[in-house]
DNA sequence: TTGTAAACGTACCGATCGGTACTTTTAGAG
DNA sequence: CTCTAAAAGTACCGATCGGTACGTTTACAA
């Protein structure tokens, strides 16, 4: 456990970038909010970006390992877990610090495609559909690639929503939508 | 017509920021891009953020202008209307400069939920949300409200989806759900 | 042609930006 | 205690930030 100085860095700029914004956020202020030196923060990393890439690979990671323990919490059963990630997501919805998608924010701020930001993002939503989708097959479903995509849009759609005024409505929507798509993608249907 | 150069400040100012970000484009940049003189902007607008709040109402107005304008194009019976609406999507995704949401962008750059750009932002997708519902109502469909509320999620996934990659897939899937969903809202059903 | 108001260009303000140089303090190992 | 390496502190760099002051140019109306 040497590097801990370090994780602890990117673990504190995460939570500032996240509540705060890339841009809005200066070296300085992640200084006063980090506790840590400038100086140690740029031995860890040469710019600024490396940092904000370092956060965002570690939200990836952190975020993806949360959100299937959580899964696996409320419903241990695996054929039933596809019913329970709106569920989730209220519970992440409704935490305190909720401010969106970070990897939402990341794609707004650093719009060129070919950024790597851009693309850390870009991989995290696939994961995400990846994810859905292995829920969905263990659920018995058929055209889980189908389902998986229409749900991811549904999770998004929420995460978006829940930003602006009722999370409680989207989640609410969410939920019926998924149930009405899942029905459609049973082995015995059309 | 005597206001047109503080309109083409703003109209020019829209793009700018569209393209670039808010915080990330400076009011030099501005006076590059827009061909105005920062004397005149700040006669107009007394801040940058009096500025972006003016192009984020222009925006709202001609955004529901231009989507409501395109469905009615594409498709003049207002019972099908409700049908048409992933094709106006699937336009605005392919057109050369598409660049996301600019109020999913305004919101991530301006988090405080009662900011006023944030506000704004909240309210547009609001409004679209009703354009959706009475889209349902012309249709004859039933439970409008929920109906409007869970294709609104897909609205604001493919919008999202389309910023990552693939936009094709994200219409596909997104038109593919959102049949589903209607034909549960069919009067005779449920 | 003159008067007038709007727009322009330029130079500037203090503050902050990302990033660096250099010295001092801390902490753990021998 | 001493040596060493890491971290901290401070002061600073040029550039850019949002915003202002002020003199010049444009354009149109009388």
């Given at each position: ?9 990117v ?26 030196s ?109 389902l ?9 759609g ?33």
């Amino acid at each position: 456990m040497r590097p801990s100085r370090r994780d602890e860095l990117v673990q504190k700029a995460l939570q500032v970038f996240y509540r705060n914004g890339f841009h809005a956020t200066g070296m300085d202020q992640l200084v006063r909010e980090t506790g840590i030196s400038k100086t140690s923060m740029y031995k860890y990393f040469q710019t600024k970006d490396d940092l904000i890439l370092a956060c965002l690979h570690v939200r990836d990671v952190q975020f993806r390992h949360w959100f299937a323990n959580r899964v696996e919490a409320l419903e241990p059963r695996r054929e039933h877990q596809l019913g329970v990630i709106f569920d989730v997501l209220d519970e992440w919805f409704s935490s305190p610090d909720f401010k969106g998608c970070m990897f939402i924010k990341a794609a707004a701020e650093f719009q060129e495609p070919d950024h790597p930001a851009h693309m850390i993002s870009a991989r995290h939503k696939c994961l995400m559909v990846d994810y859905i989708q292995d829920l969905a097959h263990q659920a018995g479903l058929v055209r889980t690639r189908a389902l998986a995509g229409q749900l991811g849009l549904l999770i998004e759609g929420a995460i978006i929503m829940a930003r602006f005024g009722n999370a409680a409505q989207a989640v609410k929507d969410a939920r019926t939508a998924a149930k009405i798509l899942s029905a459609a993608h049973e082995n015995d249907g059309s």
